[in-house]
């Protein structure tokens, strides 16, 4: 680990001859990071995006994932989002719909076994689907986790808010 720092902080004291080069770095785990690491010339600049608890942007990321989907017209994505836990990350929401069209899969095939169902129709995901899956839904960011994060955040406090989108 030492190494590979020590070879990150020799790459990017490297760069200042360059400087059409920015190098960006994420984590979730700042209070981790060398300390090095974060002197002026290198990862300077810190910001925060914490989890989107607004649910109109929920709606938005909900809608964008599932763009490609063939939804059924009942389906209200607005009130899926509000079946979902409020701090539900971009990648919980992914987990949604992943979940909500393998249910919509099983139900197809099911019905294509017992000869219920015309293989060459559409697979159309349905508010039921939806709402199977938001019951199932665990939020990958726990309470404890967001108190620990916003801790951090108060640590490094000149790190700018970003409001997730």
């Known amino acids: 680990m030492d190494r590979v720092v020590s070879q990150l902080l020799a790459e990017l004291d490297g760069l200042h001859s360059s400087s059409d080069v920015f190098v960006i770095g994420a984590t979730n785990r700042p209070d981790l990071l060398d300390s090095a690491l974060l002197r002026p010339g290198r990862f300077d ?6 989890v989107n608890e607004d649910r109109e942007s929920q709606h938005k990321v909900l809608s964008a994932i599932t763009r490609k989907f063939s939804l059924h017209p009942s389906v209200d994505l607005p009130r899926v989002i509000d079946h979902c836990p409020p701090a539900v ?14 249910i919509a899969i099983k139900e197809r095939v099911k ?22 899956a938001a019951e199932r839904l665990q939020p990958s960011v726990s309470v404890s986790e967001l108190q620990r994060y916003e801790q951090i955040h108060q640590q490094y406090s000149t790190t700018e808010l970003i409001a997730p989108s």
């Open 111 to 132: 019905s294509l076994e017992d000869g219920k169902c015309d293989p060459s129709k559409e697979l159309v995901v349905l508010m039921e689907h939806f709402l199977q």
């Open 89 to 102: 990350t971009g990648a919980d929401l992914y987990a949604l719909c992943a979940d909500a069209m393998t």
């Open 45 to 50: 600049k810190l910001l925060y995006v914490g």
